[in-house]
């Protein structure tokens, strides 16, 4: 069983800046992928990010030259740098791991942004 725990979410204003983490444990945290999702209220969550074992990303259209994804396996957590904020990117922001064709997700982190 795998566990994950976001933090750093919170309130910033829009060109601002935010790192989210997300620590796993239950893991070997090899051969796995890690990624970010987002659900704004009232609407479907969405895949934001991703990070593969061997270091490859992909990110979501919306997000591209803004976020970026990272991961260090001695810490077994996964970081998301967002930068240049905008309000549209208000939601709640889950981390994903996927292990193995198991999937695993953490409780969501706030993630506000004012105009």
């Known amino acids: 069983q795998v566990q994950l725990v976001e933090s750093g979410g919170g309130l910033v204003q829009a060109g601002g800046s935010l790192r989210l983490s997300c620590a796993a444990s239950?893991?070997?945290?090899?051969?796995?992928?890690m990624g970010w999702y987002r659900q704004a209220p009232g609407k479907q969550r969405k895949f934001i990010a991703l990070?593969?074992?061997?270091?490859?990303?992909n990110y979501a259209d919306s997000v591209k030259g803004r976020f970026t994804i990272s991961r260090d396996d001695a810490k077994n957590t996964v970081y998301l740098q967002m930068n240049s904020l905008k309000p549209e990117d208000t939601a709640v922001y889950y981390c994903h791991f996927l292990q193995k064709g198991i999937a695993y997700w953490g409780q969501g982190t706030q993630v506000t942004v004012s105009s």
């Open positions: 239950g893991s070997t945290f090899r051969d796995n992928i």
């Open positions: 990070i593969t074992s061997g270091g490859t990303t």
